[in-house]
């Protein structure tokens, strides 16, 4: 079927099968924005939108007198941005999909957007098609790609004026925000497309239901691209393709929609901060508590890192993300291609939290039980249970709790002056 351009038509699409499946992927913000490095990517907002006193003062500490934004672009040099080594990185990270921020709400684009003149990275800073790049090597590797792109633009003039007519007049939107898109899904192919920067403006502006219905019914990837919900003011948790519905949504119970939550290693920022210290950033029992909780609720898992402007991972992003995929290595058959089962976490504790496959179980528990028995009150077991640990070789003896449920005596652990590493996975076959 043709799809039309409103939501009630939009919205029926059936969300393509591998982004449900993917359950992991690695969001990248990079931009303008990782030359100052400090504060967040908000960092020209905070500065000259609303002339934030402790940005003045960064500036005027560290650059020449009247620097403006601008002069940020030509150190944005990306010297040291090996794609392949990226993509190899978020291969063992276990991600199935990244997400790269081609264009943030400072307008710069990360390729040669033939309606960005001279604020794009062919023209200034790297001189090269970093949205290229990422995807030739994302596609060797054989991962999804995703390309975020900002609706809106903070300092514009075209945008601005749109603004101030209430925006009754189009030109940005005509002039600027379509082209680019329609550009991004021609050049790149993208599998995902994340939208922001829509939160100003209503759906009659932005032409966010005709350029979907293009991208649904005509684009290069109409069967297989998948969108979020961000593309007018009252779309997010409404409308679009899967939700995300705010940044660092956590639902509390079982969405009926499909949904992902984006998280950040840096708690306090998406773009890169040369002064992070280890207490803001987020540990590996923390990244895996929020990967099993979020898949448990049937949703995805983003997780962003934010390179510098030379287009380094710093080692320490880097050493999240490979715990994190050395975790997924072990249990990642709990997580890939799961589906919520009729019971996301045991009643009570948020310790224990179930996904599932087709009549098998799996029960991810985030603290080591004392003393090695694990008890589940959810599961009904049957004469045919059977219950393994992913990992462990042989099978774990098991007894019917004298209330419901079952008791499962774990491996034997040694004794270790190092707490163990987070969540440990069994298998429940033969449960109900």
Not at 375 to 397: D, H, I, N, R, Y
Request: proline fraction near 7%.
């Amino acid at each position: 079927p043709r799809y039309r351009p409103d939501w009630a038509s939009l919205d029926a699409r059936p969300l393509p099968v591998w982004f449900d499946q993917a359950k992991v992927g690695v969001f990248v913000h990079w931009g303008v924005f990782s030359v100052p490095a400090w504060g967040s990517e908000w960092f020209w907002w905070h500065w000259q939108g609303e002339h934030r006193a402790d940005y003045e003062r960064f500036v005027q500490c560290r650059y020449p007198p009247d620097t403006t934004y601008a002069d940020f672009a030509p150190r944005f040099t990306a010297h040291d941005f090996q794609p392949r080594e990226w993509a190899q990185l978020f291969q063992r990270a276990g991600a199935r999909y990244v997400v790269l921020t081609t264009k943030h709400h400072e307008g710069f684009t990360n390729w040669g957007s033939p309606v960005s003149w001279n604020w794009n990275s062919l023209d200034t800073g790297p001189h090269r098609d970093l949205v290229g790049e990422l995807g030739q090597a994302l596609r060797e590797s054989n991962i999804r790609y995703g390309l975020y792109h900002s609706l809106l633009e903070w300092f514009n003039p075209l945008y601005l004026a749109d603004k101030e007519s209430g925006f009754k007049t189009q030109n940005f939107v005509l002039k600027k925000t379509m082209p680019e898109l329609y550009d991004l899904v021609l050049k790149y192919k993208p599998d995902l497309i994340w939208s922001d920067g829509d939160w100003e403006a209503p759906e009659w502006y932005w032409n966010s239901t005709s350029f979907l219905a293009w991208l649904y019914n005509d684009s290069p990837v109409k069967d297989t691209v998948v969108v979020n919900d961000r593309w007018c003011n009252n779309c997010s948790c409404h409308h679009g393709g899967y939700y995300n519905c705010a940044d660092k949504y956590k639902p509390g119970t079982l969405p009926t929609h499909k949904w992902e939550m984006c998280s950040s290693i840096d708690k306090l920022s998406w773009g890169y901060r040369s002064n992070m210290n280890i207490a803001e950033l987020m540990d590996e029992a923390s990244i895996i508590e929020e990967l099993v909780q979020t898949v448990s609720f049937g949703g995805n898992y983003l997780l962003n890192v934010g390179p510098t402007k030379e287009g380094v991972i710093v080692p320490i992003f880097q050493e999240r993300l490979l715990a994190l995929g050395r975790w997924l290595d072990t249990n990642g058959e709990a997580i890939y291609e799961s589906k919520p089962w009729r019971v996301q976490m045991e009643n009570s504790t948020d310790t224990i939290w179930y996904t599932s496959k087709g009549p098998v179980v799996y029960a991810i528990f985030l603290i080591w039980p004392r003393d090695n028995v694990l008890e589940l009150s959810s599961p009904a077991p049957s004469p045919a249970t059977q219950v393994t640990m992913l990992g462990f070789a042989g099978t774990l003896k098991w007894q019917k709790s004298p209330g419901k449920g079952l008791l499962i005596t774990l491996p034997y652990m040694l004794p270790s002056p190092l707490p163990p590493q987070s969540g440990w996975t069994v298998k429940l076959e033969g449960v109900k």
